[in-house]
């Protein structure tokens, strides 16, 4: 029988792409509102070619759970008929997630919530019993990955190389990115990207990923809320590249203390590498950055 995925779409896209890729249904229905219709767009462009996206898409009211619950019944009646369901519960409004379960209930069809907090990628999946009764089974790994293209195709849509500038600090980002470089095969870097499908003065110095772990960097001589502070806040903000990615400033000299509170609140690592006006790194420095990002990105274990 035809397994198709039903997927809420909310305001981080990634959650709808991942656990296609462990569960593997033969199709996938998004379900939208007005206001995420472009990045249920954004998603079936990049899954597109891997996986078979029912169009049109599902469209339901956010809010109201019985106007929900009767828009995804009607659609499943007359568009999907007899088939395995499986519910993402992961996006979506909450009154979606609710609508959802109970459709899942109704139906006995299997459900799940995809967990990327504390830097994890799990799966929780449920079903109901013969009485009806929710059951949670035990979380699995789901061992499947986003590119950074697809991330940033994903949250941006569009984005292109940023035009290189010989500034000052150009040797000191350079040198810092050829120490990222030396993370490992689970790492991968893009240097220097103008993020362009929101607005084309966005730019970030780097971007890094650690499987489904995503980061921005900006590297700066001398860092300050407007040289680094800003752009990385504008960068990771909700409509963009999303709250979740981590935020990475780094600096040769030390912060002003405002500065470094500011930081702090906004959720960035800041990374001070003192060598940093030199010709190289020093190996300390090059040590801390390493564990530095390392502690931020990876796992607690």
Known sequence: MTTIMFSL???QPAPNVLPLRHFRPDKIALVHTDLTADL?????????????????????????VNKIRTELTDYITTRIGDADLIFNLT????????AALEVARQLKAQAFYYQTEGNQNLIHPYHFNTAGELVCETPKEAKTTLSIHEFLSLYVKEYCPAEERELTGKLFERNVL???TELGSDYEILPNQ???GFSSNVEVDWILSFRNTFAVGEVKLRGSKTRGIDQLNTATEQRML???TKKFL???????ENDLDLAHVCRIST??????????????DRDKLIQTIRTVMEPKR
């Open 9 to 11: 779409v909310g305001e």
């Open 40 to 64: 249920a767009n954004r998603i079936a462009g990049v899954i597109n070619a891997e996986f078979e996206v029912i169009r049109p898409f599902c469209k339901t009211e956010p809010y109201l």
């Open 194 to 196: 103008r993020l362009i």
């Open 271 to 284: 990374i001070v590498l003192p060598s940093g006006r030199q010709s190289s790194l020093s190996d300390t």
């Open 242 to 244: 999303g709250t979740y």
């Open 250 to 256: 780094i600096t040769a000299d030390s912060l002003h």
């Open 91 to 98: 996006g979506g409004t909450k009154t979606m997630e609710y």
């Open 178 to 180: 050829a120490v990222l």
